[in-house]
């Protein structure tokens, strides 16, 4: 098949390369037409027609939203997008590690900044599929100019303090900056806002901890975890970046269980690293999670990863004897 053979190709190439080309090939791939009710889960989004969203830093432009939906998924995330344009870190910044199907990333937010993001993403056409946009800023008054942008066109907001290649980012995590965020952020919040946080890491989980609670407790609908884990690189040109994919999935694992422990089952939970299969999907949604979401996999396992994914949900349900994903997830409310 055409599309096979461009992933093919693809994946031989530098992959950077590779991915900005992949973006661009995408008309190139037929709609996924999977639609079945078993997979429908309600969230603050609205009803999605499966659990399964594309995470951010996919789509970096704000160009591919409406494509990538095409490719099967429950909702896609925009961004990250900052208050001005960033032409990101020097390459190399992104590396694969083949054997481990993960990704080492210091890209360092490269995007054209929220005003122009805003303008590429009013212009979708057939926008059905929820939009979640992502916002990152290290000064408070900025993430405050991006909030307001983002809700103008997304249906949810992902607040990312977590990049592993920012690390000024960091600051929300000590002294009460980040209880001055949220008290900047709740008066204008009109969609449903996701905070997006760091893995379980020694020396700084406990903070992270701290900041979800504050985010709980002043009503905001919930956490996306996890972003990438920080770790050094030579590889990259800034010597350190992300990791992603394969390996993160027992501390995405981890960070669902913690989660639902620590703050019950009220609000919404996205989870995301190295969700490679169905069954990966099954189980951080039984164990806690409302939706998960992709970003790796589709390096390694190109386009068709989001329908395999969505059959084998649909293939595990069926061996449980289970009829919807909502049933999977008993824990709900
Ligand atoms: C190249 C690359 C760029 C990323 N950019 C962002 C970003 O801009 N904002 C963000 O919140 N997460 C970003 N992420 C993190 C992903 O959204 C996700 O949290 C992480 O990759 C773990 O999921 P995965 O194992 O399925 O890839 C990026 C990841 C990669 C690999």
Redesign the pocket.
Known sequence: MLAEAAFRLLRKMPPETS?VLGLRALALFPEVSLEDPALRVRTALGTLRNPVGL????D?TGSYATRLAKLGFGYV?A??FTASPRPGNPRPR?VRLREQEA?L?A?G?PNPGIEEAVRRLSARRGGKVPLMV?I?AVEIEEMVRCYRLAQQVGDGV?V?I??PNTPELRSYLSGTKFRDLVEALRPIKSRPTYL?VHPPIEGLWEAVLSAIRVWLDAGFEGV?A???LPTEDRRLSTGRG?L???P??PL?MRAVNELRRRFGWEFELNA????FTGRDAVEALSTGANTV?????L?YRGPYAVRRILEEILAELRARGLNSVEELMRWVP
């Open positions: 991915h995470a951010a830093g996919f970096k995330t961004g990250t992104l990704l990333n890209m937010f992502s990152g992902e990312n977590s990049s997006k996306t996890v972003n990438a992300g992603s994919g394969r993160l999935f995405m995301v690293g190295g969700v979401q992709l970003y790796t996999v390096a």
